[in-house]
C-alpha cells in the first residue's frame, strides 16, 4: 500500500469533536531547505525574522519581500540537519525558491527544495505522541531521520526523510490519518498567514500580522525591503490587516472565494478569502486581508453565493504596529 493512500478527508461538522490524535499528509507545504557556510548570515540578509538571535531549540515565522516591501514568501524557519528549512505553501516553491537564490552566487549557500515528507500531528494527544518519540523537550527536536516543529500546543510539523517515511507511520497506530486541509482549519482559527500562488506581491508583511506574532524583527538590521517594512511602522503608514472571518458556504468550491462588503443598501469588492475551510454542514471560516478601519461589526457576503452573510470574528491575539 502507498503511503499516501493511508490519508482519507475527515469528514467533519462544525459540532463535531476532533479525533485524539491526527496525522496529515501535508502535501500542499514544501520545505526550501538552505545549507552552506554562509546559511545564517545569507538568509539574515533576506528574511524579516532575525536567525541571529534564534534559539536552535525554536522556530520562527517569517517573510520574503522584494525590494519594494511586498511579500514573496510566509513561512516557519528552523533549523533541521545541517541548516535551516523554510516552511510554505507548495504553490509558491518554485517561485520562492528563484527569489531567495538571486543573491546566492555571491555567498557560499545551496538553497533546494527539499525531498523530506512533512507531515502534520494534531489533536489532544499531540503533545504526548511527540514525547514518546523524542528524548529533548525543546519546540524543535530531533526524531530518527529527521525533525519535529512545534506550532502551538498539540500542533506539530513532522519531517521524514522519504526513505523513512512508511516505518515512521507505522508508529502511528493509534492515529486517525487525514488530508491536510485540517491543517488550514488550526492554522485559521490561530490567525497564521500564508503566502498562497494568488497572492504574491501584493502587500508588505503587516498587512499579514506578522509584527504581531513574533514574524519580524525591527532591531535585526537591514535585509531585502526593510526600508519599507521599517516605515510602515514609524510612519503609520499600513492601513491593512488580516483578519478571520465566518459565514456559509452554500456550495463547496475551490475557487476563489471573493468578499464583498455591506455599504450602505450597496456592496462592493473588498478582497479574497486566500484560504479557508469548510465544515460539511456549511459553517466555514477563512483569512482575508482588509482595511484595517473596518468596523468589527461590518456585514459581508460571498460575490458568487449573495444570501451567504459572513463576520469578522476575534484574532487570538493582539495587532501591533
Same mark, same amino acid.
Given at each position: 500500500?502507498?503511503?499516501q493512500?493511508?490519508?482519507?478527508k475527515?469528514?467533519?461538522g462544525?459540532?463535531?469533536?476532533?479525533? /485524539?490524535?491526527?496525522?496529515?499528509?501535508?502535501?500542499?507545504?514544501?520545505?526550501?531547505s538552505?545549507?552552506?557556510?554562509d546559511?545564517?548570515?545569507?538568509?539574515?540578509?533576506?528574511?524579516?525574522?532575525?536567525?541571529?538571535?534564534?534559539?536552535?531549540? /525554536?522556530?520562527?515565522?517569517?517573510?520574503?519581500?522584494?525590494a519594494?516591501?511586498?511579500v514573496?514568501?510566509?513561512?516557519?524557519?528552523?533549523?533541521?540537519?545541517d541548516?535551516?528549512?523554510?516552511?510554505?505553501?507548495?504553490?509558491?516553491?518554485?517561485?520562492?525558491?528563484?527569489?531567495?537564490?538571486?543573491?546566492?552566487?555571491?555567498?557560499?549557500?545551496?538553497?533546494?527544495?527539499?525531498?523530506?515528507?512533512?507531515?502534520?500531528?494534531?489533536?489532544?494527544?499531540?503533545?504526548?505522541?511527540?514525547?514518546?518519540?523524542?528524548?529533548?523537550?525543546?519546540?524543535?527536536?530531533?526524531?530518527?531521520?529527521?525533525?519535529?516543529?512545534?506550532?502551538?500546543?498539540n500542533?506539530?510539523?513532522l519531517?521524514v526523510?522519504?526513505?523513512?517515511i512508511?516505518?515512521?507511520?507505522?508508529?502511528?497506530?493509534?492515529?486517525?490519518?487525514?488530508?491536510?486541509?485540517?491543517?488550514?482549519?488550526?492554522?485559521?482559527?490561530?490567525?497564521i498567514?500564508?503566502?498562497?500562488?494568488?497572492?504574491?506581491?501584493?502587500?508588505?508583511?503587516?498587512?499579514?500580522?506578522?509584527?504581531?506574532?513574533?514574524?519580524?524583527?525591527?532591531?535585526?538590521?537591514?535585509?531585502?525591503?526593510?526600508?519599507?517594512?521599517?516605515?510602515?511602522?514609524y510612519?503609520?503608514?499600513n492601513?491593512?490587516?488580516?483578519?478571520?472571518?465566518?459565514?456559509?458556504?452554500?456550495?463547496?468550491?475551490?475557487?476563489?472565494?471573493e468578499?464583498?462588503?455591506?455599504?450602505?443598501?450597496?456592496?462592493?469588492?473588498?478582497?479574497?478569502?486566500f484560504?479557508?475551510?469548510?465544515?460539511?454542514?456549511g459553517?466555514?471560516?477563512?483569512?482575508?486581508?482588509?482595511?484595517?478601519?473596518?468596523?468589527?461589526?461590518?456585514?459581508?457576503r460571498?460575490?458568487?453565493?449573495?444570501?451567504?452573510?459572513?463576520?469578522?470574528?476575534?484574532l487570538?491575539?493582539?495587532?501591533?504596529?
Open positions: 500500500m502507498e503511503w493512500n493511508r490519508f482519507t475527515l469528514e467533519l462544525s459540532k463535531d469533536p476532533l479525533p /485524539e490524535l491526527m496525522v496529515s499528509d501535508l502535501n500542499s507545504w514544501n520545505l526550501l538552505v545549507t552552506g557556510e546559511q545564517k548570515s545569507y538568509l539574515q540578509g533576506q528574511l524579516t525574522c532575525d536567525l541571529v538571535a534564534l534559539d536552535p531549540q /525554536e522556530s520562527t515565522l517569517g517573510a520574503h519581500c522584494d519594494k516591501g511586498k514573496l514568501s510566509i513561512f516557519r524557519c528552523f533549523k533541521h540537519n541548516g535551516y528549512a523554510l516552511f510554505h505553501h507548495a504553490s509558491t516553491t518554485a517561485s520562492s525558491l528563484t527569489e531567495i537564490k538571486k543573491y546566492s552566487v555571491f555567498s557560499k549557500v545551496e538553497l533546494d527544495i527539499s525531498s523530506d515528507i512533512t507531515l502534520g500531528v494534531l489533536g489532544k494527544n499531540a503533545d504526548n505522541f511527540i514525547d514518546s518519540i523524542t528524548s529533548t523537550r525543546g519546540n524543535v527536536r530531533t526524531v530518527e531521520n529527521g525533525s519535529a516543529i512545534k506550532v502551538e500546543d500542533r506539530w510539523i519531517v526523510d522519504r526513505n523513512s512508511a516505518t515512521t507511520l507505522d508508529k502511528m497506530s493509534s492515529a486517525i490519518f487525514v488530508e491536510d486541509d485540517i491543517w488550514d482549519k488550526f492554522d485559521i482559527e490561530s490567525g498567514p500564508r503566502i498562497v500562488e494568488g497572492n504574491q506581491n501584493t502587500q508588505i508583511p503587516q498587512a499579514f500580522n506578522l509584527q504581531a506574532i513574533h514574524g519580524i524583527s525591527f532591531s535585526k538590521g537591514c535585509y531585502t525591503g526593510q526600508e519599507t517594512v521599517a516605515r510602515a511602522k510612519r503609520g503608514t492601513k491593512r490587516s488580516m483578519s478571520i472571518v465566518k459565514g456559509h458556504i452554500e456550495i463547496a468550491s475551490d475557487l476563489p472565494l468578499l464583498e462588503r455591506s455599504v450602505g443598501e450597496n456592496w462592493r469588492s473588498v478582497g479574497t478569502i484560504t479557508h475551510y469548510r465544515y460539511t454542514d459553517l466555514a471560516m477563512g483569512l482575508i486581508v482588509l482595511p484595517n478601519n473596518l468596523e468589527q461589526d461590518t456585514k459581508f460571498l460575490a458568487n453565493q449573495p444570501s451567504s452573510i459572513w463576520q469578522i470574528v476575534d487570538p491575539y493582539e495587532i501591533e504596529e
